[in-house]
């Protein structure tokens, strides 16, 4: 096997038309493994029904199998020479990774390439990490869909892998490099039983599952061929798993070990473990693995699933094992795993009972932790922390005391997780969705709507001087009627007791009446002269202040607008009714009051008015763009 | 359907650019770079008082025989201009509106990641496939 390796990493060196393809030792060795197997020495080139075999086995689309070959050179040349088949095998790697078939993609570092229908011997071999790699990124799937299957098959012993695995195989969570494979491919028996024998021996591995000999047992029908070397390979690699303890039997699945050290390093960053880490705490800190920032980047994107520059013990944790997965050659996913979510991981080592209540107290959390996101995105400040400790405290908490639970309670609480995992996520991405909405509604919608509603509330000190007695009364109404404005426009103050007349109201359709000002006949010539204030201030600002399109303020303004219409209507009514007094000092307050209230008004309305321009314009443009496409369409019909 | 969006940052060099592929690609890319001068006028324009009230939404830039602009500028000045096929009368104002706020919520996103420097071009996936299912839904 040496000299094959040897002899293949000459090749691909050589024999590429000049392009010095990188294999890493482990690559080398596979590969070489491969090839041995696919073209027996002494020939110098592989069977073509081998490779076809083994291509197929990559279960990559055939389309995409075409792709390689042509890529790799085997169709110009005629055969799969080792060159050729050492470019083929990393473009299947990089296919299965994600990258388009072409020779810059197998440039990078790649995983290596995954094939469900290795033989036996060659699994046999199996003792190096190089091959360790490829089993476990085989017995993931078992494993992985044995945990997606055990929502429905509730803690099944026996559960049969074949069938129940097969079609349902595509979960948007796991990562992209681990496709689900259908067990029916073209190896046959051999390979049912391996894949079975994959999931057994993982099975009674992990610390989880609680089928621990029995497994074995069930499966012990199948070729015997596999089973004992199986047996006997994993056995080891089970053992080095063991003493490594970087990878699980699912790679996105982290250890307690793993977590342990997690909660160290982010103690070692932050001691409140129910606090965040700020982003740039993070950043240097991550840019110490020397990982490339755009790999980082994306790692970040990934656990960072609240969006809030921050990352909690969870996301801390999910980002670590994120690093320390692409350290170790896996590729990232393009989404989050759903066994590094931050509801999973806090559940991860909790007792069934209290998940519920965790996620519970989790989603509550979330609004808090939304909260700091509004205030700020960078560094966290230390007062706003305990803000969100509080809340988070519950969940945090729990999740201590859950470090120190025996882990053999992993697999029930995982059925659980599974389902309440989902409705956790889709919580709280709705309540990420719900405040994202809330802050980023145009933010001039805030300040209209407060705007229309200051002009209805001016203050109802003019009314208190009125020498009648009614001016108590007055007040009263006054004061009822700035409250009704401020609870939404209620009917208008009972009738016995209006406010003073004042005419110019009738013809102000604006909040300003509801401040009923002032009394008679001055009044009307008060009305002359506003309503004069009216127009001239509405001519200026027809040049739109804001030109831009509002349609949502116009909508809020005329609600408003209608409503207070509705009421003046009911007052100026009721008012003639009322004898009224003259008193010049008072009228001259009540003026003042007018005119602000009228320039408040005024305000309004132009606004409306900009935008209702504004408007038009739009409109006026869509019509001319409307007239030409119809001029262009007209001279064929008129010939 | 959307044809192509951009989103520039203050300084008015393009961050990311994300086109339904068609010929003359070139054409609307030439369009977003003239808009640009409209959406700068716009927000000129508004004088400094102005500036909080500012809507966000700057709503259809210019409309052509083929195709319509739309632009959103957010209060750090980074604009976003969305360039749609004319013969989709289906678009609505508002969609255009929530398509721009989507936008912006995910370009906060990526504000968000301490990796990310402002000024740099975008390269997240998320937000591609943000992107991509946005203008595809649209189609």
Same mark, same amino acid.
């Given at each position: 096997?040496?000299?094959?390796?040897? !002899? !293949?990493?000459?090749?691909?060196?050589?024999?590429?038309?000049?392009?010095?393809?990188?294999?890493?030792?482990?690559?080398?060795?596979?590969?070489?493994?491969?090839?041995?197997? $696919? $073209?027996?020495?002494?020939?110098?080139?592989?069977?073509?029904?081998?490779?076809?075999?083994?291509?197929?086995?990559?279960?990559?689309?055939?389309?995409?199998?075409?792709?390689?070959?042509?890529?790799?050179?085997?169709?110009?040349? !005629? #055969? &799969?020479?080792?060159?050729?088949?050492?470019?083929?095998?990393?473009?299947?790697?990089? /296919?299965?990774?994600?990258?388009?078939?072409?020779?810059?993609?197998?440039?990078?570092?790649?995983?290596?390439?995954?094939?469900?229908?290795? =033989?036996?011997?060659?699994?046999?071999?199996?003792?190096?990490?190089?091959?360790?790699?490829?089993?476990?990124?085989?017995?993931?799937?078992?494993?992985?869909?044995?945990?997606?299957?055990?929502?429905?098959?509730?803690?099944?012993?026996?559960?049969?892998?074949?069938?129940?695995?097969?079609?349902?195989? @595509?979960?948007?969570?796991?990562?992209?490099? #681990? *496709?689900?494979?259908?067990?029916?491919?073209?190896?046959?028996?051999?390979?049912?039983?391996?894949?079975?024998?994959?999931?057994?021996?993982?099975?009674?591995?992990?610390?989880?599952?609680?089928?621990?000999?029995?497994?074995?047992?069930?499966?012990?029908?199948?070729?015997?061929?596999?089973?004992?070397?199986?047996?006997?390979?994993?056995? /080891?690699?089970?053992?080095?798993?063991?003493? @490594?303890?970087?990878?699980?039997?699912?790679?996105?699945?982290?250890?307690?070990?793993?977590?342990?050290?997690?909660?160290?390093? &982010?103690?070692?960053?932050?001691?409140?473990?129910?606090?965040?880490?700020?982003?740039?705490?993070?950043?240097?800190?991550?840019?110490?693995?020397?990982?490339?920032?755009?790999?980082?980047?994306?790692?970040?994107?990934?656990?960072?699933?609240?969006?809030?520059?921050?990352?909690?013990?969870?996301?801390? $944790?999910?980002?670590?094992?994120?690093?320390?997965?692409?350290?170790?050659?896996? *590729?990232?996913?393009?989404?989050?795993?759903?066994?590094?979510?931050?509801?999973?991981?806090?559940?991860?080592?909790?007792?069934?009972?209290?998940?519920?209540?965790? &996620?519970?107290?989790?989603?509550?959390?979330?609004?808090?932790?939304?909260?700091?996101?509004?205030?700020?995105?960078?560094?966290?400040?230390?007062?706003?922390?305990?803000?969100?400790?509080?809340?988070?405290?519950?969940?945090?908490?729990?999740?201590?005391?859950?470090?120190?639970?025996?882990?053999?309670?992993?697999?029930?609480?995982?059925?659980?997780?599974?389902?309440?995992?989902?409705?956790?996520?889709?919580?709280?991405?709705?309540?990420?969705?719900?405040?994202?909405?809330?802050?980023?509604?145009?933010?001039?919608?805030?300040?209209?709507?407060?705007?229309?509603?200051?002009?209805?509330?001016?203050?109802?000190?003019?009314?208190?001087?009125?020498?009648?007695?009614?001016?108590?009364?007055?007040?009263?109404?006054?004061?009822?009627? =700035?409250?009704?404005? +401020?609870?939404?426009?209620?009917?208008?103050?009972?009738?016995?007791?209006?406010?003073?007349?004042?005419? @110019?109201?009738?013809?102000?359709?604006?909040?300003?009446?509801?401040?009923?000002?002032?009394?008679?006949?001055? @009044?009307?010539?008060?009305?002359?002269?506003?309503?004069?204030?009216?127009?001239?201030?509405?001519?200026?600002?027809?040049?739109?202040?804001?030109?831009?399109?509002?349609?949502?303020?116009?909508?809020?303004?005329?609600?408003?607008?209608?409503?207070?219409?509705?009421?003046?209507?009911?007052?100026?009514?009721?008012?003639?009714?009322?004898?009224? *007094?003259?008193?010049?000092?008072?009228?001259?307050?009540?003026?003042?009051?007018?005119?602000?209230?009228?320039?408040?008004?005024?305000?309004?309305?132009?606004?409306?008015?900009?935008?209702?321009?504004?408007?038009?314009?739009?409109?006026?443009?869509?019509?001319?763009?409307?007239?030409?496409?119809?001029? *262009?369409?007209?001279?064929?019909?008129?010939? | 359907?959307?044809?192509?969006?951009?989103? $520039?940052?203050?300084?008015?060099?393009?961050?990311?650019?994300?086109?339904?592929?068609?010929?003359?690609?070139?054409?609307?890319?030439?369009?977003?770079?003239?808009?640009?001068?409209?959406?700068?006028?716009?927000?000129?324009?508004?004088?400094?008082?102005?500036?909080?009230?500012?809507?966000?939404?700057? !709503?259809?830039? #210019?409309?052509?025989?083929?195709?319509?602009?739309?632009?959103?500028?957010?209060?750090?000045?980074?604009?976003?201009?969305?360039?749609?096929?004319?013969?989709? =009368?289906?678009?609505?104002?508002?969609?255009?509106?929530?398509?721009? +706020?989507?936008?912006?919520?995910?370009?906060?996103?990526?504000?968000?990641?301490?990796?990310?420097?402002?000024?740099?071009?975008?390269?997240?996936?998320?937000?591609?496939?943000?992107?991509?299912?946005?203008?595809?839904?649209?189609?």
């Amino acid at each position: 096997m040496e000299q094959g390796a040897v !002899g !293949g990493s000459a090749a691909a060196t050589a024999g590429t038309g000049g392009l010095l393809l990188p294999l890493s030792e482990s690559e080398q060795q596979r590969y070489s493994e491969l090839f041995s197997r $696919c $073209c027996p020495p002494p020939e110098a080139a592989a069977g073509g029904s081998s490779v076809g075999e083994l291509f197929r086995a990559s279960q990559l689309p055939p389309d995409t199998l075409h792709q390689i070959t042509e890529v790799c050179g085997a169709k110009r040349v !005629g #055969y &799969f020479g080792p060159a050729q088949f050492y470019i083929a095998l990393k473009l299947i790697a990089a /296919a299965q990774s994600g990258f388009p078939v072409r020779i810059e993609s197998i440039k990078n570092e790649l995983p290596l390439p995954r094939f469900m229908a290795l =033989t036996n011997d060659g699994e046999v071999r199996y003792g190096t990490p190089a091959e360790l790699h490829g089993v476990k990124f085989q017995v993931p799937h078992a494993t992985l869909e044995k945990n997606s299957y055990k929502r429905t098959d509730e803690g099944d012993k026996q559960e049969p892998k074949s069938p129940p695995m097969s079609p349902i195989c @595509s979960p948007p969570a796991s990562p992209s490099t #681990y *496709q689900r494979i259908p067990l029916s491919y073209g190896y046959g028996k051999s390979r049912s039983g391996l894949e079975q024998q994959h999931g057994a021996p993982y099975e009674v591995r992990h610390p989880t599952h609680q089928q621990d000999g029995s497994s074995s047992g069930n499966y012990g029908a199948k070729p015997a061929l596999a089973c004992s070397t199986l047996n006997r390979s994993l056995s /080891a690699e089970r053992e080095q798993q063991d003493s @490594s303890a970087h990878y699980s039997d699912d790679p996105w699945r982290i250890t307690e070990e793993q977590r342990d050290y997690y909660v160290n390093q &982010f103690r070692s960053l932050q001691p409140d473990l129910n606090s965040f880490i700020s982003g740039s705490m993070a950043k240097n800190f991550f840019t110490k693995s020397k990982l490339p920032i755009p790999e980082l980047s994306h790692i970040w994107e990934l656990s960072d699933v609240d969006c809030d520059g921050a990352l909690t013990l969870p996301e801390f $944790c999910a980002a670590f094992h994120l690093v320390v997965a692409r350290k170790n050659g896996y *590729q990232l996913p393009e989404t989050l795993p759903e066994t590094l979510l931050p509801e999973y991981l806090q559940a991860a080592s909790l007792k069934p009972m209290r998940d519920c209540a965790l &996620f519970d107290s989790y989603s509550e959390s979330l609004p808090g932790g939304q909260q700091t996101r509004d205030f700020s995105r960078t560094e966290k400040s230390a007062e706003e922390v305990p803000d969100n400790s509080a809340l988070l405290q519950d969940g945090k908490k729990d999740d201590k005391q859950a470090l120190k639970v025996s882990t053999a309670l992993k697999t029930i609480p995982k059925e659980f997780q599974h389902l309440t995992v989902k409705t956790a996520a889709q919580e709280s991405n709705a309540l990420k969705a719900r405040p994202r909405s809330r802050s980023y509604s145009s933010t001039s919608i805030e300040d209209a709507m407060k705007k229309g509603e200051e002009p209805p509330t001016p203050p109802p000190r003019p009314q208190k001087s009125h020498s009648r007695a009614s001016s108590l009364d007055l007040n009263k109404i006054f004061q009822q009627n =700035t409250q009704a404005v +401020r609870s939404g426009w209620l009917p208008p103050p009972p009738p016995a007791l209006p406010p003073r007349p004042s005419v @110019s109201q009738t013809e102000q359709p604006s909040e300003v009446e509801l401040h009923p000002q002032m009394n008679r006949p001055p @009044s009307q010539a008060e009305e002359n002269s506003s309503a004069k204030k009216e127009v001239v201030l509405s001519q200026p600002p027809s040049k739109p202040t804001r030109r831009k399109l509002r349609t949502e303020t116009q909508g809020l303004e005329t609600p408003e607008l209608s409503p207070t219409i509705n009421v003046t209507s009911s007052l100026p009514a009721v008012k003639p009714h009322l004898p009224v *007094q003259k008193q010049s000092s008072k009228q001259k307050r009540a003026i003042q009051t007018a005119i602000r209230k009228n320039k408040e008004t005024n305000a309004v309305l132009a606004r409306l008015n900009s935008e209702l321009q504004q408007q038009l314009k739009e409109v006026h443009k869509e019509r001319i763009a409307l007239e030409t496409q119809l001029e *262009q369409l007209r001279p064929v019909t008129v010939l | 359907l959307v044809l192509l969006s951009v989103i $520039c940052c203050p300084q008015n060099y393009p961050l990311y650019i994300r086109s339904v592929p068609t010929e003359n690609e070139l054409k609307f890319h030439y369009t977003v770079h003239t808009s640009l001068d409209v959406v700068d006028e716009k927000i000129s324009a508004m004088g400094k008082a102005l500036v909080d009230q500012r809507e966000l939404y700057l !709503g259809l830039l #210019y409309p052509t025989e083929d195709y319509k602009v739309y632009g959103y500028v957010t209060n750090s000045k980074v604009k976003f201009v969305m360039v749609v096929d004319s013969s989709n =009368t289906a678009l609505r104002d508002n969609e255009i509106r929530s398509m721009f +706020r989507k936008l912006h919520n995910s370009y906060t996103d990526i504000m968000c990641n301490p990796f990310y420097n402002p000024g740099d071009r975008i390269h997240s996936r998320a937000f591609d496939n943000m992107v991509n299912s946005m203008m595809m839904q649209v189609c």
